[in-house]
């Protein structure tokens, strides 16, 4: 099982990016897809859920009508558009994979957003 996460950087605030994770070894289409995110000193905390046909999201209060969460089945791989950044988004980026008892994380991805 492997969860590989790529598309972070460092960005200046107001900027965006897209986050992406390809997700292989398992049955993509049958687990919810998660973005968690970790920042220096802080708990690490989630940031959108996508469900496994894709049809309903979730996202946390701070990222809402920023950060847009997607995901192509076809191409077992999820995303996070991220925009607008502020420097408070600088934190690593999680891929999270969950199917009942199953659970996967990726390697995570840093994303800075700074002047």
């Known amino acids: 099982v492997q969860l590989v996460e790529s598309g972070g950087g460092l960005v200046q605030p107001g900027g965006s990016l897209r986050l992406s994770c390809a997700a292989s070894g398992f049955t993509f289409s049958g687990y919810a897809m998660s973005w968690y995110r970790q920042a220096p000193g802080k708990e690490r905390e989630l940031v959108a859920s996508i469900s496994s046909a894709g049809s309903s999201t979730n996202y946390a209060d701070s990222v809402k009508g920023r950060f847009t969460i997607s995901r192509d089945n076809a191409k077992n791989t999820v995303y996070l558009q991220m925009n607008s950044l502020k420097p408070e988004d600088t934190a690593v980026y999680y891929c999270?994979?969950?199917?009942?008892?199953?659970?996967?994380w990726g390697q995570g991805t840093q994303v800075t957003v700074s002047s």
């Open positions: 999270y994979a969950r199917k009942y008892q199953y659970n996967y």
